[in-house]
């Protein structure tokens, strides 16, 4: 459980992000969004910041201090907030690479040096990326996508190494297509059923938060449906 914890998650306005949102307000934890989008219901949020540019370190910055002065600190950070886009690499520009590494990597990378001094300052605390399956193997199309998710793997093994003995875990899920409402209407004539729910990726996102996962930094775990 998550009773009492401070949890900031990124791009928690999104599909996935409100049932991650969702599913940590259930276990207890004070949660606060920090998005780009603006959306008028904000779920089971207790502090929202939408509009934030989280390419923008010092406006991530700004956002992380305020909320920890209303939550009381922080205690994890789950970054969700990302993008996609499908586009062979013959069909394609350098404008794809460059707005996949902005939104996927440069993102994450704000929002964990941004909040470092604050997991710092309790002794503990965890980091949770969303990375891709396809980091791991990219096919046709995903070629500037799986990329800058690589990154995000790399980035969670070093800072993980990095904070291993300051009692500060970073890891990363990685899921291969989730079963969105954005998703079904890109790829609908495929079998839905053999995606991975939302609710699956929130689950591990709230043990990786817990205190069950003291043991566990670095890893990558994959969520792959049956795909």
Same mark, same amino acid.
């Given at each position: 459980?998550? %009773?009492?914890? !401070? +949890?900031?998650?990124?791009?928690g306005?999104?599909?996935? @992000? #409100?049932? *991650?949102?969702?599913?940590? &307000?259930?276990q207890?934890?004070?949660?606060?969004?920090l998005?780009?989008s603006?959306r008028?219901?904000?779920?089971?949020?207790?502090?929202?910041?939408?509009?934030?540019?989280?390419?923008n370190?010092?406006?991530?910055?700004?956002?992380?201090?305020?909320?920890?002065?209303?939550?009381?600190?922080?205690?994890?950070?789950?970054?969700?907030?990302?993008?996609f886009?499908y586009?062979?690499?013959?069909e394609?520009?350098?404008?794809?690479?460059?707005l996949?590494?902005e939104?996927?990597l440069?993102?994450?990378a704000? %929002?964990?040096? !941004? +909040?470092l001094?604050?997991?710092?300052?309790?002794?503990? @605390? #965890?980091? *949770?990326?969303?990375?891709a &399956?396809?980091?791991?193997?990219?096919?046709?199309?995903?070629?500037?996508?799986?990329?800058?998710?690589?990154?995000?793997?790399?980035?969670t093994?070093?800072?993980?190494?990095?904070?291993?003995?300051q009692?500060?875990t970073?890891?990363?899920?990685?899921?291969?297509?989730?079963?969105t409402?954005?998703?079904r209407?890109q790829?609908s004539?495929?079998?839905?059923?053999r995606?991975?729910?939302p609710?699956?990726?929130?689950?591990l996102?709230?043990?990786?938060?817990?205190?069950?996962?003291i043991?566990i930094?670095? %890893?990558?775990?994959?969520?792959?449906?049956r795909?």
């Open positions: 459980m998550l %009773a009492n914890k !401070s +949890v900031i998650v990124t791009g306005l999104g599909a996935l @992000g #409100r049932v *991650v949102v969702s599913e940590l &307000a259930a207890g934890a004070r949660v606060a969004v998005d780009c603006a008028p219901d904000a779920g089971r949020a207790e502090v929202v910041y939408d509009g934030v540019d989280l390419c370190a010092s406006a991530t910055a700004k956002a992380m201090e305020s909320i920890a002065a209303q939550l009381g600190g922080i205690y994890g950070l789950v970054n969700v907030a990302g993008g886009r586009e062979p690499i013959s394609g520009t350098l404008d794809t690479w460059d996949m590494y939104t996927n440069r993102s994450c704000a %929002a964990c040096l !941004s +909040v001094p604050y997991l710092r300052s309790n002794g503990s @605390g #965890r980091i *949770v990326n969303i990375g &399956a396809s980091a791991q193997r990219a096919t046709c199309g995903l070629g500037a996508y799986a990329a800058s998710k690589a990154g995000v793997a790399r980035l093994e070093s800072l993980s190494d990095e904070l291993k003995d009692s500060i970073v890891n990363a899920v990685l899921p291969s297509v989730i079963d409402p954005a998703n209407l790829m004539g495929a079998d839905f059923t995606w991975v729910s609710t699956s990726v929130a689950h996102v709230a043990f990786l938060l817990s205190d069950q996962s043991d930094t670095g %890893a990558l775990v994959p969520i792959v449906g795909m």
